[in-house]
């Protein structure tokens, strides 16, 4: 079931917010995706995951500020900071391959974030009884398989007015999109665009059922919006327990697998796929044979 016009009332549009068109910004909303199912280490570049001869043909230009420079840093990477990279640009040499890293992908990031708590804002202004935090202020999650397997929440509605027809409590999900995904998104439905979101909210409904008792059996409120335009999207899932079974049994074979150092078949043909660029264990993965 989709909900397309419930929050009007709450919404505002934000301008401000609003991020112009990027030209690699279908790779920034995959690099997006990925590191939302990956932990914090997960989704940083370190030195070892860069081979010799990259850092033979590549020079690094490292362009934050002085003193992040100085804190840490790719070895053999020159610092110019980027106010400064036009007026600096003598000094970068011409017979080696540039590779500049800034703070724009996190910038896209924390504008990502700071749209969610917009989103709440709106949907709480619409009058639904929305909370994100527990009373020790953590977030709403779940673990599982000693802590191996384990997720955290947007959010969970608690209660919303009788016209919208959403029974509580119920999982909330909310992402951000770029216009293209977000159109995807509206037009096919969570499902078919982003099987990934539909994965997660599956197993977040199955695995918060002791947390939260009842709330698989609601539907799930996924809210999606596009970063672009700020315009809003809603779709109610219903729980898909086979597709969190599935999901599930797939978890429990990685670490069955991981336990008794088995390797599993590797998710791409070649160690350039960007998530094995961003992966911890790609070494591991890529210096053996399958």
Sequence with gaps: MKITQIIGAGAVALAAFATPALANEDVIDAMQEYM???????????????????????????TRNAEQFEQSTIPGAINIEWRDVLGRIDE????????????????????GHRLEDLAVRWLRAAGIDLVTQKNDGGQFGFSVAGGRIRGHVDGIVLGAPAALGLRTPALWECKTMNAKN????????VAISKPVYAAQIA???????????????????????????AELYHELMPLN?????????????????????????????SRDFFECRFCSYADRCWRQEH
Excluded at 103 to 109: D, K, S
Excluded at 251 to 267: F, K, S
């Design 92 to 111: 970068i040499p011409t017979d080696k391959k540039v590779s500049y890293f800034s703070g724009q992908v996190l910038r896209i990031f924390e504008i």
């Design 241 to 269: 327990a086979a597709l969190a079974q599935r999901m599930s049994d797939r978890a429990v074979r990685i670490l069955q697998a991981t336990d008794a150092g088995e390797l599993l078949p590797r998710i791409a043909q």
């Design 203 to 229: 197993i977040y409904q199955a695995y918060m059922e002791p947390v939260v008792p009842e709330i698989s059996e609601a539907s799930a409120l996924f809210t999606a919006i596009n970063k672009d335009t």
């Design 182 to 189: 977000w159109r995807a998104c509206v037009k096919d439905g």
């Design 36 to 62: 939302e199912f990956s932990t914090y280490e997960a989704g940083i570049i370190v030195p070892q995951q860069i081979t010799e001869d990259v850092f033979g043909d590549v020079l690094f230009v490292d």
